[in-house]
T-cell receptor, first 117, second 115 residues
Framework: GAVVSQHPSWVICKSGTSVKIECRSL??????MFWYRQFPKQSLMLMAT?????????EQGVEKDKFLINHASLTLSTLTVTSAHPEDSSFYIC?????????????FGPGTRLLVL | AQSVTQLDSHVSVSEGTPVLLRCNYS??????LFWYVQHPNKGLQLLLK??????LVKGINGFEAEFKKSETSFHLTKPSAHMSDAAEYFC?????????????FGDGTTLTVKP
């Protein structure tokens, strides 16, 4: 089956630093990827839609200057948390929509756990 | 607008007994509906999906769900629970027309399976 990877799986950083998280579709092309955030014991909240070759679309309340998204190719999207603070600590999950299948077919990555000290 | 409500935040069953996880949805158009499972500290795994074909959908690991438009429901069932089914389950609605295919997640249901 289709595979989406995320790197790193775990990251611990100091407050004020920036962290980049990669989301890759390993065996399919993905024009569209999604970034979610999940707090402990809560549901996934969509942060933004990442589109290859164009600007990301952010959900209401998500700071675009804080969470920079770059969809550099049909298999890679990156989320950079700039000047991270403890409240940014969370589980970040990406998903990728398979271009060769229906619009509803998306595959989720394993997630990246971010801890900001 | 689309939304999904998972009616139970926690469900506890004994191993070998049936599982029922309830989900109601709201969508302006014909939605696609999904059930995902998430084990602790893991990503999401697709259990099954409904995309306007057969209303009774069979998924992996013995799970199935029935789409009932009149009740706006998409409940997840399994005839006999296994210990490995203990996890968090999410009902998801997606609509290509009004939301560009973005997914809306329910709050999740924690399934506990007792030996």
């Amino acid at each position: 089956g289709a595979v989406v990877s995320q790197h790193p799986s775990w990251v611990i950083c100091k407050s004020g630093t920036s962290v980049k998280i990669e989301c890759r579709s390993l065996d399919f092309q993905a024009t569209t990827m999604f970034w979610y955030r999940q707090f402990p014991k809560q549901s996934l909240m969509l942060m933004a839609t990442s589109n290859e070759g164009s600007k990301a679309t952010y959900e209401q309340g998500v700071e675009k200057d804080k969470f920079l998204i770059n969809h550099a190719s049909l298999t890679l999207s990156t989320l950079t948390v700039t000047s991270a603070h403890p409240e940014d600590s969370s589980f970040y999950i990406c998903s990728a929509r398979d271009d060769s299948r229906g619009w509803e077919t998306q595959y989720f990555g394993p997630g990246t756990r971010l801890l900001v000290l | 607008a689309q939304s999904v409500t998972q009616l139970d935040s926690h469900v506890s069953v004994s191993e070998g007994t049936p599982v029922l996880l309830r989900c109601n949805y709201s969508s302006s158009y014909s939605p696609s509906l999904f059930w995902y499972v998430q084990h602790p500290n893991k990503g999401l795994q697709l259990l099954l999906k409904y995309t306007s074909a057969a209303t009774l959908v069979k998924g992996i690991n013995g799970f199935e769900a029935e789409f009932k438009k009149s009740e706006t429901s998409f409940h997840l069932t399994k005839p006999s629970a296994h210990m490995s089914d203990a996890a968090e389950y999410f009902c998801v609605v997606s609509d290509s027309y009004t939301n560009a295919g973005k997914s809306t997640f329910g709050d999740g249901t924690t399934l506990t399976v007792k030996p």
